[in-house]
């Protein structure tokens, strides 16, 4: 199974920037894409942004469509959400996860990471 580590939230300002990375440990040909989700206090987690190992296709979820970019190194086993322009309301946990099938339902992820804060002040 894939194992995933997030890394590089953390705390910032309206309009600020944060990159976000998430590790993959022992990929294998099971593992077809990568998504990032996040989950804010008292809310379900949603699908943020998800890219193919192979091709690099994307896919985004409407509102984050602009802001946000997720790209990968496959030498490193490594998938990146470029966060721009962040407001209050991007404040969540952030998750990545692995799937077999490019979807962007949460249903079809099968591994997850812990997740990481990113906290955006007003």
């Known amino acids: 199974q894939v194992q995933l580590v997030e890394s590089g939230g953390g705390l910032v300002q309206a309009g600020g920037s944060l990159r976000l990375s998430c590790a993959a440990s022992?990929?294998?040909?099971?593992?077809?894409?990568v998504g990032w989700f996040r989950q804010a206090p008292g809310k379900e987690r949603v699908f943020v942004a998800g890219?193919?190992?192979?091709?690099?296709?994307?896919d985004y979820a409407d509102s984050m469509k602009g802001r946000f970019t997720i790209s990968k190194d496959n030498a490193k086993n490594v998938v990146y959400l470029q966060m721009n322009s962040l407001k209050p309301e991007d404040t969540a946990v952030y998750y990545c996860?692995?799937?077999?099938?490019?979807?962007?339902?949460?249903?079809?992820?099968?591994?997850w990471g812990q997740g990481t804060q990113v906290t955006v002040s007003s």
């Open positions: 996860a692995s799937t077999r099938i490019r979807t962007m339902k949460k249903e079809g992820y099968n591994s």
């Open positions: 022992r990929r294998t040909f099971n593992s077809y894409a």
């Open positions: 890219i193919t190992w192979g091709t690099g296709s994307t």
